[in-house]
């Protein structure tokens, strides 16, 4: 997969894409990062990728000309003219692994990051095929959300994790939180390891593990287990979770 990120500052993206998975996966080949300065699409002499909104008001407004322009070297490099193109941005979808799934099924992809109070709608309306939120918060600018969208769309490319840590399917594709888990020592300062997890009774641990997965589920976030599909056993196993809690209150 090649990704394309359209920053004013792309010096931010050096440490994390470069280091640990993300970064073998591009020695492997696997994923390509191309950043781009807007600044270079600029096209007056001060290179100006802002402008003053119309209408005024605080803030300034990232230019159309230098994002389009950009964009459309971009595409016309190798002839991909429909390459989905994604702006990071509050007002967009939220980001989720549903919408990593997908995203991770192109081979290419152009990330739009803005600074400032936001983007001329021309980019909107004219340019962006995507707009997402990585959640409901404000940051100075989209390259850490760009960031977060590289990295949990790669991993999900095929090769990019090792065999033991892509054969294990986690939390939000199974649709609930995963379950506790623990390493040596069985005891430390004091406090231990579940007694199951040391009893080599495999069909023991596999409920306990489902039943403490169903727990914070049910405890942290209800709002998944709604719309997780689940077996007989696991509404046993809620009956059991609800009468302990409420054996507290
Ligand atoms: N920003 N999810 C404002 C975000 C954001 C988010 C990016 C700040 C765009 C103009 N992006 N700029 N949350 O807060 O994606």
């Not at 100006?48 to 490099?77: C, L, N, T």
């Not at 409901?136 to 969208?149: C, F, K």
């Not at 169903?214 to 609800?242: M, N, Q, S, V, Y």
Request: proline share 5%.
């Amino acid at each position: 997969m090649r990704i394309d990120i359209l920053t004013i500052f792309p010096e931010m993206f050096q440490g994390p894409l470069q280091t640990s998975i993300i970064g073998k996966a591009q020695e492997k080949g696997l994923l390509e990062i191309n950043l781009v300065n807007i600044r270079d699409y600029a096209l007056d002499k001060h290179k100006s990728v802002d402008d003053y909104p119309y209408g005024g008001g605080a803030g300034m407004v990232m230019k159309p000309e230098p994002i389009f322009r950009a964009v459309e070297a971009i595409r016309g490099e190798d002839f991909y003219p429909q390459c989905r193109t994604i702006l990071l941005s509050p007002q967009g979808e939220l980001f989720n692994q549903e919408k990593a799934q997908e995203l991770a099924a192109s081979s290419r992809l152009i990330l739009i990051c803005g600074r400032y109070e936001g983007f001329d709608e021309r980019i909107r309306q004219h340019l962006v095929t995507d707009e997402l939120s990585i959640g409901d918060y404000i940051l100075t600018g989209g390259e850490l959300p760009a960031m977060v969208v590289v990295d949990a769309v790669s991993r999900l490319i095929p090769g990019v994790l090792g065999d033991e840590e892509s054969a294990r399917e986690e939390s939000f594709t199974f649709g609930l939180l995963e379950y506790p888990q623990y390493t040596r020592p069985k005891e430390f300062r004091g406090y231990s390891v579940p007694e199951v997890l040391l009893s080599g009774h495999h069909q023991r641990i596999r409920r306990w593990r489902r039943k403490e997965a169903l727990r914070r589920t049910w405890l942290r976030r209800p709002d998944l287990l709604a719309k997780a599909t689940l077996t007989e056993e696991d509404h046993l196993l809620l009956e059991e979770i609800k009468q302990e809690h409420g054996q507290e209150e």
